[in-house]
T-cell receptor, first 116, second 115 residues
Framework: AQKVTQAQTEISVVEKEDVTLDCVYE???????LFWYKQPPSGELVFLIR??????QNEISGRYSWNFQKSTSSFNFTITASQVVDSAVYFC?????????????FGQGTTLQVKP | DAGVTQSPTHLIKTRGQQVTLRCSPK?????VSWYQQALGQGPQFIFQ???????QRGNFPDRFSGHQFPNYSSELNVNALLLGDSALYLC??????????????FGAGTRLSVL
């Protein structure tokens, strides 16, 4: 069975602090995909990144960076120099590889509050 | 280029009633997925439509049904509403790629309250 766990329910930081959101996943598949989405108060899930199981390279996009480690089944997300606009709920998600039409399995989400 | 649009934004129903939610996919997308997000939870997959057929289904009862039209838009129908059906219903569209790597783009959702 596939499962995604985001152990941090809520995180509160002060602006300009760095913050890391944890994501641990479970799957028996050798091919799978991992995603991060951001959900602001408006409700729409905003796509941030997709990573496949064969690519363990870390990725950096501006203030965002992602650390994928298959050895620990983790796909953590770091925001550097956080800003108030980063306040949102962040979801990590998993989809199977072969034989899958794209069903996403989400974690419970981590609510990030960035205070000025 | 319009993104994924859903209607209505809010809906209030009573137990036992039926409801229809609508979704228009992002331009160029041919696949629509529906998710239910209860308060404080992550979205749960309901089902996915491609070529006007249900292709994959999550653990939801038959009270939940859907439809996809030739223009790729989709409807989600829920019959015999229960209090527990109160949630945010999210529609996601994508361009079909086998293997689960397709990126799904989400609408802002329909907030359903069942009284």
């Amino acid at each position: 069975a596939q499962k995604v766990t985001q152990a941090q329910t809520e995180i509160s930081v002060v602006e300009k602090e760095d913050v890391t959101l944890d994501c641990v996943y479970e799957t028996r598949d050798t091919t799978y995909y991992l995603f991060w989405y951001k959900q602001p108060p408006s409700g729409e899930l905003v796509f941030l990144i997709r990573r496949n199981s064969f690519d363990e390279q870390n990725e950096i996009s501006g203030r965002y960076s992602w650390n994928f480690q298959k050895s620990t089944s983790s796909f953590n997300f770091t925001i550097t120099a956080s800003q108030v606009v980063d306040s949102a709920v962040y979801f990590c998600a998993l989809s199977r590889g072969s034989g899958n039409t794209g069903k996403l399995i989400f974690g419970q989400g981590t609510t990030l509050q960035v205070k000025p | 280029d319009a993104g994924v649009t859903q209607s209505p934004t809010h809906l209030i129903k009573t137990r036992g009633q039926q409801v229809t939610l609508r979704c228009s996919p992002k331009s160029g997308h041919d696949t629509v997925s529906w998710y239910q997000q209860a308060l404080g939870q992550g979205p749960q997959f309901i089902f996915q439509y491609y070529e006007e057929e249900e292709r994959q289904r999550g653990n939801f009862p038959d009270r939940f049904s859907g439809h996809q039209f030739p223009n790729y838009s989709s409807e989600l129908n829920v019959n015999a509403l229960l209090l527990g059906d109160s949630a945010l219903y999210l529609c996601a569209s994508s361009f079909r790629v086998r293997g689960g790597k397709n990126i799904q783009y989400f609408g802002a959702g329909t907030r359903l309250s069942v009284l």
